[in-house]
């Protein structure tokens, strides 16, 4: 595939990264040692083994928006897009651990419940494990983000029976999930293994940049760019968690165990407008871009780190793999 140069001082980059760029749909993730890249067919995990060799792994992208126009649906898009994108990124996950699982010196034998979930499921297990995983992140999310704001806001001593208070009452639960959702953040930059993911994570962004920019795919290309990126998943959560405040805003107020189940009922129709809200602002690169992207990009301050040239040759390695001969397949 041919990527056309496009030429401009750096003072100038710096100024405006969105100029001279088309916004790409090809997305990623930062794995233990490693970046996933997705693209409009394929996938592909780039690790960097302990002995430094890159290895890439390919697979054919298998999507429902694939397989039925349904699923390609505005807001329905959306809310299926999330939950794929969980079970590719923990599976990708869960292939990167793979090369780097600490040996013991007296390997334990298989527990009982191994042996029968092995022995129940054979070859499905390890799929098994994947959902099983996917569906604990998304209760441990829902839990921390959506359900705990909408308890505590109901300990507190608000006029649920006027506009005005029950105004208040969201606007409190969701000021309360917004700033859980960074502290978290916040929280886990501070550990130390996780900051050589947020490294790989800054590799993603800066060679989906110069990709995006039609520049060559090099090392010392892929350093001139930021490593934050307007279609981060990072902003499309924080954007996830504005639109909520908005939808749940229109349900008022009821007792703890209604709002709870308005609140999950109404969380597909929020990742839904979320999504097209991204991709609105994606399409028209302008004003409202950087109106919803601004909370994003100041978020991956805490999400992203500078990688090394190491890191950003296995993002390249990555994207290099899921690039098409249509120039037009991964348009955003």
């Keep these: 595939m041919v990527l056309k140069p496009c030429f401009r001082k750096d003072a100038e980059m710096k100024e405006d990264m969105n ?5 790409t749909s090809i997305g990623g993730e930062a794995l233990i040692e490693g970046v996933m890249m997705k693209g409009p067919e394929n996938i592909a995990i780039a690790i960097r083994k302990p002995d430094g060799e890159i290895l890439v792994d390919k697979k054919p992208l298998r999507t429902l928006s694939k397989r039925h126009k349904f699923f390609k ?25 793979e090369f780097f699982e600490v040996e013991e010196d007296h390997p334990s034998e298989p527990s009982k419940l191994d042996k029968f979930l092995e022995r129940v499921l054979g070859e499905k297990l390890q799929s098994a494990v994947i959902y099983f995983s996917v569906l604990v992140a998304m209760a441990f999310s829902i839990g921390l983000f959506i359900l705990l704001p909408n308890v505590v806001a109901g ?13 208040y ?3 409190f639960e969701g000021a ?3 700033l859980l959702f960074i502290g978290y953040i916040i929280l886990i930059s501070k550990m130390k293994d996780v900051r050589r993911v947020f490294e790989y994570h800054g590799a993603e962004h800066k060679t ?3 990709y995006e920019h039609e520049e060559e795919l090099t090392v010392e290309n892929v350093k001139k760019y930021t490593t934050r990126h307007p279609r981060c998943g990072t902003a499309f959560l924080l954007v996830v968690m504005l639109v909520s405040i908005l939808v ?22 929020v990742a839904g ?36 040239d190491r890191q950003i040759e296995v993002a390249i390695a990555a994207l290099k793999n899921v690039l098409v001969d249509d120039p037009d397949a991964d348009r955003w």
């Design 176 to 178: 309360l999930r917004v």
């Design 73 to 97: 649906l505005p807001l329905v898009r959306g809310a299926v897009g999330i939950f794929e994108s969980m079970v590719i990124g923990v599976q990708s996950l869960m292939y990167s651990a």
């Design 169 to 171: 009452y969201n606007l």
């Design 273 to 308: 407008l979320s999504y097209e809200v991204i991709k609105y602002a994606g399409r028209n690169q302008g004003r409202m871009m950087r109106i919803v992207s601004a909370p994003g990009l100041a978020l991956q301050r805490f999400t992203t780190r500078e990688p090394d």
């Design 19 to 23: 100029k001279c760029a088309h916004p």
């Design 208 to 210: 989906i940049h110069c």
């Design 248 to 269: 749940f805003s229109f349900t008022g107020w009821h007792n703890m165990v209604l709002n709870i189940i308005f609140r999950l009922l109404l969380l597909p129709l």
């Design 155 to 167: 300990l507190m001593n608000f006029d649920r029976h006027t506009p005005g208070g029950v105004l």
